[in-house]
């Protein structure tokens, strides 16, 4: 038995068992990269600090620690990056230093003329790079987005109106805005109305009126109703006007009204305001529809635009007497879109 420091008996010597100590109390003996040079360094192209390899999620503060260490990296000076960020020299230096402990690395090698990068930080630097530019393109994309000068258009023509003011206004928008990737789809009013209304269509060209509410309706166009009279009809060689006596109970020829149920009522309350529409065949289409009349059995009306440019031989087209009759194409939306693509169409419209 020794003696204490005092001269008194010494106390024996307590034996702690292993167990007693708390994990935190071992020394650094047990950490396997206690001694090892590298230990700062990313494994395999990982960011240190993210042993998953996956990169942490930057928030605001952090977007501007690495848009700080970038414009430091290329300085490789503290007082020039700082005057090149237009902050203090000190909040630069407190700024690199919280991105190091955030990443548990270091980044630099400071001394009195400046500072280096270490491996690491080249590395780093690298991927900091490549970040803000992603970033700086989304911002980008997004901004153009919300000005309406990106994003996408779904667009739907109406199979009875291409050309003239139609094509016009669609071509007007392509050049004013050719960063908007414009989806187009030609379909009858009533399914681009249904598109419209699930959210699968943006815009579509429709043969009004729409009974559907949630929207909106603005005309681009108002073309005059022929008659469409086959070669060798009575009422194909005259030179007046055809009056509504005249068409009153003759067969006639018709696209399906589900089809666009507004412009089948307006048809034919317009042409045959007293009754005596005598339907007697439908078809798919206007084509089919003058085709049908060449035929020689039946009558029609007809959009001029799509009569015109058909040029259906065996089909003489007459034209009604006052009142004219008419029908409209008109641009519909959903009135609480969100699209700023549809925003821009639609003042393009009211532009003329």
Known sequence: MGTSPTGGPARPER???????PERAWPDRDRPDRDRPDRDMPAHGRLPGDPAGRQPAPDGGDLRRWRYFVVLAEELHFTRAAARLRIAQPALSQQIRALERQLGVTLLHRDSHGCTLT???AQVAGEARRLLAEVDAATARIRDLVGGRGGRLRLAYTRSARGGRVDALVAR???????????????????????????RLDVAFVRPPLPEAGLTCRTVDREELLFAVPAEHPLA???????????????????????GPGMFDRTIAQVWPDGGFHLVRQEPDDEQLLRAVADGDVVAAVPAGRARAL???????????APVPTVDVALAWRTDTTNPAVRRLAALLATG
């Open 119 to 121: 491996g690491v930080g």
């Open 15 to 21: 034996a702690w068992p292993e167990r007693a100590w």
């Open 311 to 321: 040029k259906v031989p065996g089909v003489r087209l007459r034209r009604f007497a």
């Open 173 to 199: 928008f392509r050049a004013a805005h050719p960063e908007v990737e414009v989806v187009p789809e030609t379909g009858w009013t009533a399914p681009n109305v249904t598109g419209l209304l699930t959210g």
């Open 237 to 259: 060689g005259g030179r007046g006007r055809v009056r509504r006596a005249e068409v009153a109970g003759l067969p006639a020829v018709m696209w399906p009204r589900e089809n």
